[in-house]
């Protein structure tokens, strides 16, 4: 029983009030998304990208995209999470470590390759599910990792996609799935919101 | 620094191998889904349902639909995680204990259905994929404290999603977003997938 995972989700709530002048550096940075990675996806695709927007400049523009929302510019960093359209045709180089780590046989690719082909080839929508759902692991797992360091985070959906993909440069197979904003939470902040009774979510069959 | 939390992340991987022996009780299922619930969800909508997939069964009539994965039945539970088409008409019954609680002042809360009116009405793809964001968030949460009470756990994508729904019964507002199995992981499983190098997945601006 790790009981500090299990505290920490029993604890997590979302920061709305940031302290503006707490920064978080470049290599933290890199620490958050290289933990975020560790989140899975679907064949291993790490169909996702991560804008971290931290300079002042960048954080302006992106809230004037985002409902003029004041975290995004008091958080330290805020960031585009993307997730990218499942393609199948990058399988066999993103699975390429594991194989020369020997413990994916090389005839396994292809059947793997498959599937996954069979699965999202001239699927536009499930593909898309899966830019959503890549990006959102990722981002949960960035926000754990977030919590442990002593940060607030908070997941956004309030901005304007098509505006911000333009203005960051995403690429056509890429969709801004979320916003997630990191920083110094300040004492003000709301505690957890009650949640429903679990009756009301669980189903056993 | 809650390094365990740190860890945790480091140390996740995907299980594919499970001892069909080992069961999970009732309790725990509740447990584990109680603890999914704490993770975020826009607006706190909770727009989310947890069929938890543990009677030989029903296991073996969701494996039929889940390409024959032997981990559907081998694992202890294997839950269809349902995300809910986002609707701001439930807000107010879903904010209802945090205005009970005194932290969201009565008068927020028409602006707040108002904020989710504008955001979803009339807008399926959002509210698809704000069902997909939910359960995705919430199916992270319960991998994680899956991982903290001992058990290995597998987000599984490769399954026929509308048979799924008609053969379990989800609403017609209820989207199969993922299945999540959760047992006891076998020695033999493979150790965690190389991640491709940060600098490929994050960009600094």
Not at 5 to 25: C, F, G, K, P
Not at 53 to 62: E, G
Not at 87 to 116: K, N, Q, T, Y
Not at 171 to 199: H, T
């Amino acid at each position: 029983m790790n009981s500090p995972v299990l505290q920490a989700l029993e604890e997590r709530r979302t920061t709305n009030l940031y302290d503006a002048s707490h920064s978080i550096d470049d290599a933290q940075i890199h620490e958050l998304v290289r933990l975020a990675t560790k989140a899975p996806t679907s064949f291993n695709l790490q169909n996702w990208r991560f804008i971290a927007v931290r300079t002042p400049d960048a954080k302006a523009r992106l809230r004037a995209l985002a409902w003029d929302q004041a975290k995004v510019t008091d958080a330290s960093v805020t960031f585009i999470v993307c997730g990218q359209l499942a393609d199948h045709s990058v399988l066999p180089e993103r699975l390429a470590p594991a194989v020369e780590a020997g413990f994916i046989p090389p005839a396994l690719l292809a059947v793997l390759e498959g599937a996954a082909k069979g699965l999202y080839a001239g699927q536009p929508q499930l593909q898309h599910d899966e830019a959503i759902r890549s990006a959102t692991f990722g981002a949960s797992a960035l926000m754990m990792a977030a919590q442990a360091m002593g940060w607030g985070s908070t997941p956004m959906i309030g901005f304007d996609g098509p505006a911000v993909a333009q203005a960051f440069g995403l690429a056509d197979n890429e969709v801004p799935a979320l916003l997630v904003a990191v920083g110094a939470a300040l004492p003000e902040n709301w505690p957890q919101k009650p949640r429903r009774p679990v009756e009301q979510v669980l189903e056993l069959v």
